[in-house]
């Protein structure tokens, strides 16, 4: 499983410069800007420098030894996990004689016991990150022998990696890894290297070969050697790529915005990283909120856009499931109003970006009321972090289309996970807990299949997109998900479409349904099919054309609707997460078959940091 976070890029060569290493990571940057850094050979003396921000800002301290000519060298551009974003935390990390340098994108979910245990063997830590354990294990292991050590030491690892490695005394060579995040080599050509992605690679080499999990490449001028974590060489071929920079960049995707809905099934691997242990589910950031919520039984959630309906949904979720009350506000309307919290109380803020402006506001107003903020966020230092008094992470890696799809199913997964826990702490419903984890756990897989079903939403999205108009309609957990889909649909295909409880329908809106008015009904064979079966009947007396997104096992569904996309059975409460992909798909392929740019919808940024 793919996990993209940070970009990581190696070089070597008989002519490289420390601009080569900087210009290639400028090819990284759409996937983290947090930090950038570089470390490279020279006189077999490693040379580090770093900096918090944009790669720019590495470029300018690295000014006057741009032109230098170097043995070899790492670099990486950080979307931060683990530590704040600043330059003790940005990459590489090294070991204790600063002879080892490491770069490294993925989790190291077992960092807290590695780095006790290395303190206990003397190695002095610097920084908050789980990366700084990967150099000191090496250093730990070395013998005269980079490949073995850097093999002994991952076999330590748990969690997800690709990782490229240099030692001050073997100028000579790059020794890469990987488990569960991507890594690329570039296998020919006077430079080699290893990289993220391949795009860059594409200025020195075509062929390339991309390491499977539990592979170490050794990278030197003339030579390519693989092994498996077990030390036998594994044979690999190269294969040619022929995309463009930016085609490399979408990694051959049309657009980032479907780039990011393939992602999703890696991203609902990263929310649930080291957040299911044993059967129970592990969030420790919330555990000293735990109480409060038992005793209050209550929570409020802020949020905007895409953020408020994933809190829509929570709310179904933990009131159906639990007896803790939600209540949810648009965060532009909940601080302009007369502020009811009590001292002590929690306020969930969810946003993607974390630095939505009303949903700040509204997080400002609530703590001066002495609410406590739990933060649901994607942006590692962003300002919504530093002002609440616990965070949880999505993890989900830069999202850079502006219409929110991998975040989205990312706040679901945690959403769920937050649901999971208090039902844990209440001690209620054990046995039902135990089947959603274990159902949640298989999502990744199950996502990557309904993402073969693209093609027939896109066939679909051809056949529907010259209607101006469309009603999404949904009951219970369809409801957000209508909302969901129709704002997805307007964003970016400029088409009008509301979203509406089924059951509302008949108190207005369905004076507007007719031939040129179609229906996306959210119908899963859920318990209030029947009811949503009533709805759709409705609908086509009215002659509008139904377009159901419905579940395997509804036989009755293709009796009342014109078209149907189907998602795997499940139990009722995961339809949200099991059809996100569908609603996104869908306008994605009606936008682009409008000719419009999904990425860049018109009059819409990716953070509204303004009111
Ligand atoms: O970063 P946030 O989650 O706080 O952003 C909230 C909304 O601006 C965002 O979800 C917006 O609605 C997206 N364009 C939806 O695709």
Known sequence: MKYNVCGIVGLIGEQIRVSALVEALEKLEYRGYDSAGIAFLKDRKLNITKSK??????????????????????????????????????????????????????????????????????????????????????????????????????????????????????????????????????????????????????????????????????????????????????????????????????????????????????????????????????????????????????????????????????????????????????????????????????????????????????????KKHGAKIVAVTNVVGSTLTREADCVLYLNAGPEISVAATKSYVAQLVMLYLLMLRANEILNDSMEQNSELIDRLMRFPEIFENSLKFADKIHELARKYKDYKHFMYIGRAYGYPTALEGALKLKEISYIHATGYPAGELKHGPIAMLGPDFPVFAIAPNDSLFPKMKSNIIECRSRKARILAVTSDDNQEISELADDIITVNSSREELYPLLMAPVIQLFAYFVADELGFDPDKPRNLAKSVTVE
């Not at 690892?157 to 005394?169: N, P």
């Not at 569960?180 to 296998?187: E, Q, R, W």
């Open 53 to 366: 921000g944009k790669v720019e800002n590495l470029k300018n301290q690295l000014q006057d030894r741009l032109n230098e000519v170097i043995e070899t060298g790492i670099a990486h551009t950080r979307w931060a996990t683990h530590g704040e974003p600043n330059d003790v935390n940005a990459h590489p990390h090294s070991d204790c004689f600063c002879k080892i340098s490491v770069v490294h994108n993925g989790i190291i979910e077992n960092f807290r016991s590695l780095k006790m245990r290395l303190q206990e063997l003397g190695h002095n830590f610097l920084s908050q990150t789980d990366t700084e354990v990967i150099p000191h294990l090496i250093e730990e292991h070395y013998n005269g022998d980079l490949l073995e050590a850097v093999r002994k030491a991952v076999l330590k690892l748990e969690g997800s990696y690709a990782i490229a490695v240099v030692h001050a005394d073997h100028p000579d060579i790059i020794v890469g890894a990987r488990k569960g995040s991507p890594l690329i080599v570039g296998v020919n050509g006077s430079t080699k290297g290893l990289a993220s992605d391949v795009t860059p690679l594409l200025k020195f080499t075509r062929e390339v070969v991309f390491l499977q999990d539990g592979e170490i490449v050794e990278l030197s001028r003339d030579t390519v050697k693989i092994i498996g974590f077990d030390g036998t060489i594994h044979e690999r071929n190269s294969v040619h790529v022929d995309w463009s920079y930016e085609d490399a960049q979408k990694s051959g995707y049309k657009h980032f915005m479907l780039k990011e809905i393939f992602e999703e099934p890696s991203c609902i691997v990263s929310v649930l990283t080291g957040r299911i242990k044993n059967g129970s589910v592990v969030l420790e950031e919330f555990e000293p909120f735990e109480k409060t919520l038992i005793d209050s039984k209550s929570m409020k959630v802020i949020a905007c856009g895409t953020s408020y309906h994933a809190a829509l949904i929570f709310k179904y979720l933990l009131e159906n499931k639990t007896n803790i009350t939600v209540d949810v506000d648009v965060s532009s309307e909940f601080r302009y109003k007369r502020i009811n919290l009590k001292p002590g109380s929690i306020v969930l803020a969810i946003s993607q970006s974390g630095e939505t402006a009303d949903t700040l506001e509204s997080v400002r107003l609530a």
